[in-house]
Nanobody, 115 residues
Framework: QVQLVESGGGLVQAGGSLRLSCAASGIIFRINDMAWYRQAPGKQRELVAQITSGHSTNYADSVKGRFTISRDNTKNTVYLQMNSLKPEDTAIYYC?????????WGQGTQVTVSS
């Protein structure tokens, strides 16, 4: 059974930073491409950043240059370093594989950026 547990969210002022973590179990982590997604109130879930098994990365235009995705295969964990946060980054952040596994969504972690 796949389990993804996100943590590290919180309330931060605009311009601040947060580091999100996602611990994965039930998958062979090192061979999976992983991603961070987010869902803001009233909006569809969107892909924010992805990292391949070979550590290549790709970002949504809205976060490019501000967010950094990384992974530690020894800990089955993927990270999202978020700098220069903006109010429009406010959302629930989730991790999953990419393409995502439908039944694997976790609870997510809330990120709220105040102006």
């Amino acid at each position: 059974q796949v389990q993804l547990v996100e943590s590290g969210g919180g309330l931060v002022q605009a311009g601040g930073s947060l580091r999100l973590s996602c611990a994965a179990s039930g998958i062979i982590f090192r061979i999976n491409d992983m991603a961070w997604y987010r869902q803001a109130p009233g909006k569809q879930r969107e892909l924010v950043a992805q990292i391949t098994s070979g550590h290549s990365t790709n970002y949504a235009d809205s976060v490019k240059g501000r967010f950094t995705i990384s992974r530690d295969n020894t800990k089955n964990t993927v990270y999202l370093q978020m700098n220069s946060l903006k109010p429009e980054d406010t959302a629930i952040y989730y991790c999953n594989t990419t393409p995502y596994l439908r039944g694997a969504w976790g609870q997510g972690t809330q990120v709220t950026v105040s102006s």
